[in-house]
Nanobody, 115 residues
Framework: QVQFVESGGGLVQAGGSLRLSCAASGRTDSINRIGWYRQAPGKQRGLVATISSGGSIYYADSVKGRFTISRVNAENTVYLQMNSLKPEDTAVYLC?????????WGQGTQVTVSS
C-alpha cells in the first residue's frame, strides 16, 4: 500500500507561481510513476506532467516551458513547480501514483489563477 498527501494549491494572479507537492509513504519502492492531472469545471481530466521511477518526464503541450516536475527521492516527494500561470490553468490538480499493483488518485488541490 502507498499513502500520499497532496499540498500546495491556492489562489494566484496571472503570471504568478505555485508549487504543488505529492508526498508518498509506505511501499514507495513499488511506485512506477507519479504524475499530476487536472480537471476544470465541465472539462475532462487531463494529464499535466509525469515522472517515472527511472526519471523519464512527460509534459502536456499546454504546460511545456512553464511547469517543471521533479522528484526528491530522499523525501519520496514529487513537486510540480508552476510558473507563468494563466487563468486557463485554473483547475483541481490531482496526484496520480501508479505502482506495480494498482493506481492511486489523490483528492486534489485547487489552483485558481485570477486575471
Amino acid at each position: 500500500q502507498v499513502q500520499f498527501v497532496e499540498s500546495g494549491g491556492g489562489l494566484v494572479q496571472a503570471g504568478g507561481s505555485l508549487r504543488l507537492s505529492c508526498a508518498a509513504s509506505g511501499r514507495t519502492d513499488s511506485i512506477n510513476r507519479i504524475g499530476w492531472y487536472r480537471q476544470a469545471p465541465g472539462k475532462q481530466r487531463g494529464l499535466v506532467a509525469t515522472i517515472s521511477s527511472g526519471g523519464s518526464i512527460y509534459y502536456a503541450d499546454s504546460v511545456k516551458g512553464r511547469f517543471t516536475i521533479s522528484r526528491v527521492n530522499a523525501e519520496n516527494t514529487v513537486y510540480l513547480q508552476m510558473n507563468s500561470l494563466k487563468p486557463e490553468d485554473t483547475a483541481v490538480y490531482l496526484c496520480n501514483i501508479i505502482t506495480t499493483i494498482r493506481m492511486y488518485w489523490g483528492q486534489g488541490t485547487q489552483v485558481t489563477v485570477s486575471s
